[in-house]
């Protein structure tokens, strides 16, 4: 089965690259299908894509859907922020993301830096406040946004090699993340595995954590290998280490995207 990346962003957000060239790279790169998710609005953040770029991200994204037509899926999608507001239109699927806190009116995100990531902490009381925060939101976004895929489980980890900030695995905030599964697994959503942090340099392992994804093949849950490619050089990183963690977990098999919709089948072949 070829590999497949549905979670991709363009210079029409954050990204490096545009979609034309993101395309020609998974192209060459032999991926069955690429999806664009590009960042939903959310106001006063550069990051993401203002409303009124909205239509041109379409219209890119559809004319790359035409020039591969027959030789390559190109997929239609959006990254739906918890605190953004409805899409507008038609997508051929959502991955729904919390990357940050509301506090006061003001949203703090848990993926800026180190530095940001810690300050927030102070201003949550402290790293089990932060998280307490961060998976009650998680557990909502399914209902919240609507989404097919879940985004980055454990987004709070990805400054957190060598547990440089908290142990995950400390039974209390352990509980934080596996009550936040447990919600999250009874509406039936795929989740992903991604690489994104380590194509960025700041992790040597995909997430989830292991005992999440143990957890959620305990559930029989629906999981996906994705990038999260901010650069067309990163359309494929790390996705050797996501099939091997995957099996490690005790899956052999994934779910893809399809003209039909949403499929099971064998993890990507990456030779």
Known sequence: MKPQNLHTHTTFCDGKNTPAEMAAAAFAAGLGAIGFSGHSPLDGEEWCMAPADLPAYRAAVEEEKKRYAGRMQVFLGLEQDFFSPPPEGTFDYLIGSVHGLML????????????????????????????????????????????????????????????????????????????????????????EVNTGAISRGWRTAPYPAVFLLKEMRRRNARVCITGDSHAAGALLTGFGQAKALLEQCGFSSCWYLARQGFQEGPLPDLR
Do not use: W
């Open 104 to 191: 006061d009116g003001q949203l703090f995100a848990v993926d800026e830096s180190p530095e940001a990531f810690a300050r927030l902490a102070d201003r949550c009381g402290g790293m089990e406040g932060l998280l307490r925060q961060y998976y009650s939101l998680l557990a909502q976004t399914p209902q919240r946004t609507g989404c097919d895929i879940l985004g980055h489980f454990d987004l709070v980890t990805k400054f957190n090699e060598g547990n440089r900030f908290f142990d995950p695995e400390t039974p209390r905030l352990r509980g934080f993340a596996l009550e936040a599964l447990e919600a999250l697994a009874a509406q039936d959503v795929i989740f």
